[in-house]
């Protein structure tokens, strides 16, 4: 039905998905008794979803996942661990570019932290958020390195603040290995964060959400 030509201009203008399943749709006997422009919005639906696959897959690899495979719905429930299908699904739906919101997750070690965020991540992912996982060290040592490159410093401070959602695990684990981590972390954070955080060191967590609020604000 279409020609090279056509094809070449639906390349152009990025449709060909769009165009070789109408294409698919038009010639499938099956259809016959459908309306031309019903088959052509059903190629549109799925193009869009189509789209919308690759681009949540897209999201979820640049946020760089160590649990990629994690999902709120594989979670489990036991008791004491104050967690609830409800909340989870509130965490899973919220709107993090709307309504930035700190969540800090604490439990001990090998509570299942990083996968409740990377669950929570991921499904924030799905709602077509931008999110940016880190371990604390890794953060600190990356702005430490920065620091000697004030334009990088800058673009990389940006690009955490630009994200929706940035997931910064091992926070208080991390603080117990260098004062000043903390203290770098502390001078360098901008923008809105969510900090999974593994240890006792609640008052130096709740101590640079507000600053990276305050700033975020400036």
């Not at 996942?65 to 104050?82: C, D, K």
């Not at 509570?111 to 499904?123: P, R």
């Not at 901008?190 to 975020?216: K, M, Q, T």
Request: a neutral charge; proline letters at 4%.
């Amino acid at each position: 039905m279409f020609t090279s030509v056509d094809h070449d201009k639906f390349k152009a203008l990025r449709i060909t998905h769009l165009a070789a399943r109408f294409e698919e749709l038009i010639k499938d006997e099956a259809n016959d008794a459908a309306a031309p422009e019903e088959l052509f919005l059903t190629a549109v639906d799925e193009a869009l979803e189509l789209r919308r696959s690759i681009r949540i897959e897209k999201l979820i690899r640049q946020a760089k996942f160590p649990i990629p495979e994690a999902s709120v719905a594989e979670l489990n429930y036991p008791p004491g661990r104050n967690l609830t299908p409800v909340r989870m699904k509130r965490y899973a739906t919220h709107e993090w570019r709307a309504d930035p919101t700190n969540l800090l997750i604490i439990s001990p070690t090998g509570g299942g932290k990083t996968y409740l965020a990377c669950a929570i991540g991921i499904a924030a992912c799905h709602s077509e958020h931008s999110v940016h996982y880190t371990r604390m060290d890794d953060l600190a040592r990356q702005l430490v390195i920065a620091r000697g490159d004030g334009i990088g410093h800058q673009n990389m401070l940006n690009k955490l603040s630009d994200v929706d959602l940035l997931i910064i695990d091992d926070l208080c684990e991390a603080s117990h290995k260098s004062s000043n981590v903390q203290q770098k972390i502390m001078r360098s954070s901008h923008g809105v964060a969510r900090h999974p955080c593994a240890s006792s060191e609640f008052n130096f967590a709740l101590s640079l959400v507000a600053r990276v609020n305050r700033e975020a604000r400036q």
